[in-house]
Protein backbone atom coordinates (compact mmCIF):
# COMPACT_ATOMS: atom_id res chain seq x y z
CA UNK A 1 0.00 0.00 0.00
CA UNK A 2 2.56 2.40 -1.51
CA UNK A 3 -0.36 5.34 -1.25
CA UNK A 4 -0.60 4.58 2.65
CA UNK A 5 3.36 4.85 3.32
CA UNK A 6 3.19 8.40 1.61
CA UNK A 7 0.31 9.87 3.24
CA UNK A 8 2.56 8.57 6.49
CA UNK A 9 5.28 10.32 5.31
CA UNK A 10 3.51 13.68 4.27
CA UNK A 11 2.12 13.31 7.70
CA UNK A 12 5.42 12.97 9.61
CA UNK A 13 7.11 15.81 7.41
CA UNK A 14 4.52 18.07 8.56
CA UNK A 15 4.54 16.88 11.63
CA UNK A 16 8.23 17.06 12.57
CA UNK A 17 9.27 19.93 10.18
CA UNK A 18 9.78 22.57 13.18
CA UNK A 19 11.75 19.58 15.61
CA UNK A 20 14.12 19.52 12.30
CA UNK A 21 14.51 22.71 11.95
CA UNK A 22 15.35 23.24 15.46
CA UNK A 23 18.20 19.89 15.51
CA UNK A 24 19.63 22.06 12.59
CA UNK A 25 19.81 24.70 14.26
CA UNK A 26 21.42 23.11 17.53
CA UNK A 27 24.04 20.97 15.06
CA UNK A 28 22.30 17.74 15.84
CA UNK A 29 23.54 15.05 13.31
CA UNK A 30 21.28 13.19 11.08
CA UNK A 31 23.52 10.30 11.69
CA UNK A 32 23.06 11.12 15.79
CA UNK A 33 19.22 10.67 14.88
CA UNK A 34 19.38 7.47 13.14
CA UNK A 35 20.96 5.88 16.69
CA UNK A 36 18.72 7.40 18.62
CA UNK A 37 15.96 5.58 16.83
CA UNK A 38 17.55 2.25 16.55
CA UNK A 39 17.90 2.81 20.67
CA UNK A 40 14.10 3.07 20.95
CA UNK A 41 13.32 0.08 19.49
CA UNK A 42 15.61 -1.28 22.00
CA UNK A 43 13.06 0.58 24.84
CA UNK A 44 10.32 -0.85 22.79
CA UNK A 45 11.47 -4.32 23.04
CA UNK A 46 12.30 -4.17 26.80
CA UNK A 47 8.64 -2.67 27.10
CA UNK A 48 7.36 -6.26 25.75
CA UNK A 49 9.96 -8.18 27.94
CA UNK A 50 8.68 -6.28 31.23
CA UNK A 51 5.57 -7.54 29.81
CA UNK A 52 3.58 -4.39 29.03
CA UNK A 53 2.37 -4.87 25.20
CA UNK A 54 0.23 -1.71 25.25
CA UNK A 55 2.84 0.60 26.64
CA UNK A 56 5.07 -0.87 23.62
CA UNK A 57 2.61 -0.39 20.96
CA UNK A 58 2.04 2.81 21.93
CA UNK A 59 5.41 3.73 22.53
CA UNK A 60 6.07 2.05 18.86
CA UNK A 61 3.19 3.98 17.27
CA UNK A 62 4.81 7.33 18.94
CA UNK A 63 8.66 6.51 18.38
CA UNK A 64 8.37 4.81 14.98
CA UNK A 65 7.91 7.58 12.97
CA UNK A 66 10.61 9.39 14.09
CA UNK A 67 12.55 7.16 11.39
CA UNK A 68 11.91 10.14 8.75
CA UNK A 69 13.62 12.44 10.99
CA UNK A 70 16.88 11.33 10.02
CA UNK A 71 16.25 11.75 6.26
CA UNK A 72 14.52 15.23 6.53
CA UNK A 73 17.60 16.33 8.73
CA UNK A 74 20.03 15.15 5.98
CA UNK A 75 18.47 16.66 3.27
CA UNK A 76 18.09 20.26 4.72
CA UNK A 77 21.49 20.49 6.41
CA UNK A 78 22.95 19.27 3.27
CA UNK A 79 24.63 16.04 4.32
CA UNK A 80 23.09 13.47 2.47
CA UNK A 81 25.02 10.44 1.28
CA UNK A 82 26.12 7.09 0.92
CA UNK A 83 27.89 5.90 4.50
CA UNK A 84 24.52 8.05 6.63
CA UNK A 85 22.24 5.81 3.89
CA UNK A 86 23.77 3.16 4.95
CA UNK A 87 24.22 3.15 8.11
CA UNK A 88 20.33 3.90 8.52
CA UNK A 89 19.71 1.00 6.82
CA UNK A 90 21.81 -1.28 8.80
CA UNK A 91 20.11 -0.02 11.57
CA UNK A 92 16.74 -0.24 10.22
CA UNK A 93 17.19 -3.83 10.62
CA UNK A 94 18.75 -4.31 13.54
CA UNK A 95 15.95 -2.14 14.92
CA UNK A 96 13.39 -4.34 13.75
CA UNK A 97 15.39 -7.55 15.01
CA UNK A 98 15.14 -6.19 18.25
CA UNK A 99 11.18 -5.34 17.88
CA UNK A 100 10.78 -8.73 16.75
CA UNK A 101 13.21 -10.41 19.75
CA UNK A 102 11.26 -8.03 21.73
CA UNK A 103 7.70 -9.75 20.60
CA UNK A 104 9.28 -13.51 20.97
CA UNK A 105 9.88 -12.68 24.39
CA UNK A 106 6.50 -11.29 24.85
CA UNK A 107 4.59 -14.10 23.73
CA UNK A 108 7.00 -16.75 25.97
CA UNK A 109 5.74 -14.68 29.22
CA UNK A 110 1.88 -13.80 28.47
CA UNK A 111 -0.14 -16.60 29.08
CA UNK A 112 -3.05 -15.22 27.42
CA UNK A 113 -1.21 -15.22 24.22
CA UNK A 114 -0.09 -18.73 25.18
CA UNK A 115 -3.78 -19.83 24.85
CA UNK A 116 -4.55 -18.78 21.54
CA UNK A 117 -3.82 -20.46 18.00
CA UNK A 118 -4.72 -18.28 15.72
CA UNK A 119 -7.00 -20.07 12.66
CA UNK A 120 -4.74 -18.78 10.11
CA UNK A 121 -2.97 -22.21 10.97
CA UNK A 122 -5.71 -24.38 11.11
CA UNK A 123 -6.09 -27.87 12.79
CA UNK A 124 -3.33 -29.51 11.34
CA UNK A 125 -0.77 -26.98 13.29
CA UNK A 126 -2.89 -26.65 16.26
CA UNK A 127 -2.43 -30.53 17.01
CA UNK A 128 0.96 -31.00 15.95
CA UNK A 129 2.53 -28.17 17.82
CA UNK A 130 -0.78 -26.61 20.01
CA UNK A 131 -0.13 -23.52 22.02
CA UNK A 132 3.82 -24.13 22.72
CA UNK A 133 6.77 -22.24 22.72
CA UNK A 134 7.28 -23.77 19.56
CA UNK A 135 4.90 -21.91 17.55
CA UNK A 136 5.60 -18.74 18.89
CA UNK A 137 9.04 -18.88 17.69
CA UNK A 138 7.55 -20.22 14.21
CA UNK A 139 5.16 -17.20 13.99
CA UNK A 140 8.21 -14.52 14.69
CA UNK A 141 10.50 -16.04 12.15
CA UNK A 142 7.39 -16.18 9.70
CA UNK A 143 7.03 -12.54 10.28
CA UNK A 144 10.92 -11.10 10.85
CA UNK A 145 11.96 -13.06 7.57
CA UNK A 146 9.78 -12.06 5.56
CA UNK A 147 10.09 -8.39 6.63
CA UNK A 148 13.76 -8.36 5.87
CA UNK A 149 13.06 -9.97 2.65
CA UNK A 150 10.55 -7.05 1.93
CA UNK A 151 13.61 -4.72 2.38
CA UNK A 152 15.75 -6.18 1.14
CA UNK A 153 13.95 -6.97 -2.62
CA UNK A 154 13.85 -3.28 -2.71
CA UNK A 155 17.84 -2.96 -1.43
CA UNK A 156 18.60 -5.05 -4.74
CA UNK A 157 16.53 -4.47 -7.11
CA UNK A 158 17.32 -0.32 -7.04
CA UNK A 159 21.09 -1.31 -6.65
CA UNK A 160 20.64 -3.07 -9.88
CA UNK A 161 18.45 -0.24 -11.66
CA UNK A 162 15.19 -1.79 -11.18
CA UNK A 163 12.60 0.09 -9.56
CA UNK A 164 11.04 -1.51 -7.14
CA UNK A 165 8.17 1.11 -5.65
CA UNK A 166 5.45 -1.27 -4.63
CA UNK A 167 4.20 -3.67 -2.13
CA UNK A 168 1.20 -3.81 0.13
CA UNK A 169 3.37 -4.00 3.59
CA UNK A 170 6.55 -1.56 3.35
CA UNK A 171 8.13 -0.73 6.81
CA UNK A 172 5.95 2.27 7.64
CA UNK A 173 2.59 -0.50 7.16
CA UNK A 174 4.53 -2.55 9.31
CA UNK A 175 5.32 -0.99 12.18
CA UNK A 176 1.91 0.69 12.17
CA UNK A 177 0.21 -3.03 11.87
CA UNK A 178 2.74 -4.31 14.82
CA UNK A 179 1.34 -1.07 17.05
CA UNK A 180 -2.08 -1.65 16.52
CA UNK A 181 -1.62 -5.65 17.70
CA UNK A 182 -0.11 -4.22 20.76
CA UNK A 183 -2.68 -1.95 21.86
CA UNK A 184 -5.23 -3.89 21.18
CA UNK A 185 -3.29 -7.14 22.29
CA UNK A 186 -3.78 -9.53 19.89
CA UNK A 187 -0.18 -10.28 18.86
CA UNK A 188 -0.61 -13.56 17.73
CA UNK A 189 -3.04 -13.28 15.29
CA UNK A 190 -1.59 -10.22 13.63
CA UNK A 191 1.98 -11.58 13.50
CA UNK A 192 0.49 -14.57 11.50
CA UNK A 193 -0.93 -12.22 9.13
CA UNK A 194 1.74 -10.13 9.32
CA UNK A 195 3.60 -13.04 7.94
CA UNK A 196 1.38 -14.15 5.18
CA UNK A 197 1.07 -10.65 4.07
CA UNK A 198 5.42 -9.62 4.14
CA UNK A 199 5.85 -13.22 2.55
CA UNK A 200 3.32 -12.08 -0.13
CA UNK A 201 5.06 -8.36 -0.79
CA UNK A 202 8.27 -9.85 -1.01
CA UNK A 203 6.78 -12.03 -3.90
CA UNK A 204 5.10 -8.96 -5.47
CA UNK A 205 8.21 -7.10 -5.48
CA UNK A 206 10.26 -10.20 -7.54
CA UNK A 207 7.51 -10.50 -9.72
CA UNK A 208 7.31 -6.93 -10.43
CA UNK A 209 11.48 -6.69 -11.63
CA UNK A 210 11.22 -10.00 -13.39
CA UNK A 211 8.79 -8.57 -15.72
CA UNK A 212 10.95 -4.98 -15.89
CA UNK A 213 13.66 -4.75 -18.77
CA UNK A 214 16.37 -3.25 -18.04
CA UNK A 215 18.57 -2.89 -15.15
CA UNK A 216 22.83 -3.46 -15.19
CA UNK A 217 22.62 -6.63 -16.49
CA UNK A 218 25.50 -8.34 -14.51
CA UNK A 219 24.95 -9.13 -11.04
CA UNK A 220 29.00 -8.64 -9.89
CA UNK A 221 29.08 -5.69 -12.02
CA UNK A 222 29.56 -2.16 -9.50
CA UNK A 223 27.21 -0.48 -8.94
CA UNK A 224 26.93 3.37 -9.53
CA UNK A 225 27.08 6.00 -6.93
CA UNK A 226 23.12 6.96 -7.59
CA UNK A 227 21.99 3.54 -7.93
CA UNK A 228 23.55 3.39 -4.92
CA UNK A 229 22.13 6.09 -3.18
CA UNK A 230 18.57 5.40 -4.54
CA UNK A 231 18.91 1.71 -2.77
CA UNK A 232 20.11 2.78 0.57
CA UNK A 233 17.93 6.19 0.73
CA UNK A 234 14.89 3.76 -0.09
CA UNK A 235 15.78 0.39 1.54
CA UNK A 236 12.94 -0.84 3.45
CA UNK A 237 10.00 1.90 2.39
Same mark, same amino acid.
Given at each position: ?10 ? $?? $?????? &?? =? ?6 ? *? ?7 ? !? ?9 ? +?? /? *? ?5 ? /??? !? ?9 ? $?? #? ?5 ? #? ?12 ? &? /? ?25 ? =? #? ?6 ? /???? !? ?9 ? !???? $? ?14 ? +? ?28 ? @? ?7 ? @??? #????? &???? @? +? ?11 ? @????
Amino acid at each position: MLWFENLGRRA $AQ $AVFSPL &VN =LLAVRGVT *PNQVTWVGF !LSYGVVAWLLI +MG /L *PGTAGVA /LAV !LGPLDAIDGML $AR #KTGQAGN #KGAFLDSTLDRYAE &V /LLFLGLLCYLFQDTGANNYTPWVFGDT =L #KRAYGNTP /LLNA !LLVLAALSGSL !LVSY $ARSRAESLGFSCKIGL +MTRFERIFFISFALIFDVVRPALALLAVLA @HLTAAQRIR @HVL #KQEGG &VGVL @H +MPVSVSAAQSASL @HDGK
